[in-house]
């Protein structure tokens, strides 16, 4: 009785559709954020992207002429899912009342904000012993404390006006295990306090009807890893090995657990690391 009228296909598609939503991603010029942010437009949101200025090579222009385009073709065709506007917003994660002030400005302007997911960071090796204290603190300050600034600046939001929102923490395989010779002690600890981090403010913002999940990642080929892979010859290939898939995953590889994470088709799920490693902790 509950499916009477609904066609199955329309009913599991709009799980993951967001029209008139309105999301907040960090660091979504490149790479995995990148991803993200199409896929969240092209799912119907309007995105805002805070990132850092983009650089003259940035793929970041070309996608956003790509999401206005899409839109424009899909209204022409008179589809009822129409992709979202895709915004640049220039801020640093770790500057807590700029990220505040970005997400008020943007809830005041849309009306809302539904989603936020926190995607910068950085990754740098130095060998423990030796492990510089600026360095640390750095990736600490981008990793961390960006991670919560930007779940608190979408929180207050949603919480202002009573949205429930989705809040996704990006953080990775290497929060919960480690590789030998990668002397990542800094990366790896902040991982872990992202993945903590969502779990804690899961129950906080739970009884608020707002979720936090986090997302772990194994290995993806983008330009951060792709810079430590390129000092290390024949890494890629040892990576590879160290998953059942035989490969590094694509940026692309997340765009649907993210998208699922956002909708509607995950709302009892909160507190929540999902892991796409390709299999990499079953292996
Ligand atoms: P990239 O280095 O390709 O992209 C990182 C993005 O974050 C860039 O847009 C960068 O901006 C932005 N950024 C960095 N510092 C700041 C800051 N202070 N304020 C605002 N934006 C900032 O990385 P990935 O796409 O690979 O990684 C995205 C996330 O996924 C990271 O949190 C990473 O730790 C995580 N992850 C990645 C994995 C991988 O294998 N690639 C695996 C597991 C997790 P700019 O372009 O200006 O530098």
Request: aromatic share 6%; net charge negative.
């Amino acid at each position: 009785a509950a499916l009477a009228g609904s066609h199955p296909a329309e009913t599991a598609l709009s799980q993951f559709a967001l029209p008139g939503r309105v999301a907040l991603i960090t660091g979504g010029h490149r790479g995995i954020g990148l991803e993200i942010a199409l896929a969240l437009a092209e799912a119907g949101a309007n995105v805002y992207c805070l990132d850092l200025p983009p650089t003259p090579d940035s793929d970041w222009l070309k996608v956003q002429a790509h999401a206005a385009s899409l839109a424009q073709s899909q209204r022409a065709q008179g589809n009822l899912l129409v992709a979202g506007k895709l915004e640049y917003v220039s801020g640093d994660v770790t500057d807590q009342k700029k990220v505040w002030d970005i997400a008020e400005e943007i809830a005041k302007k849309e009306g809302r904000l539904d989603i936020c997911v926190a995607n910068a960071g950085i990754l740098r090796s130095a060998e423990c012993l030796e492990y510089p204290a600026e360095e640390f603190r750095k990736l600490i300050d981008i990793n961390v404390s960006g991670a919560l600034f930007s779940a608190q600046a979408a929180g207050r939001q949603m919480e202002r006006l009573g949205i429930p929102g989705s809040i996704i923490l990006i953080a990775s395989m290497s929060g919960s295990m480690t590789n030998k010779d990668q002397h990542w002690v800094a990366y790896n600890t902040s991982k872990a306090a992202v993945i903590q981090m969502a779990r804690s403010l899961s129950c906080e913002l739970g009884v608020k009807g707002i979720r936090v999940n986090s997302v772990s990642p194994g290995y993806i080929y983008t330009q951060m890893t792709r810079n430590f892979l390129s000092k290390n010859d024949g890494l890629d290939a040892d990576w590879s090995s160290q998953n059942p898939l035989g490969r590094l995953g694509r940026p692309d590889e997340l765009r649907g657990v993210v998208l699922w994470l956002a909708g509607d088709g995950s709302t009892f799920c909160t507190g929540s690391d999902i892991i796409v490693d390709g299999g990499h902790r079953a292996w």
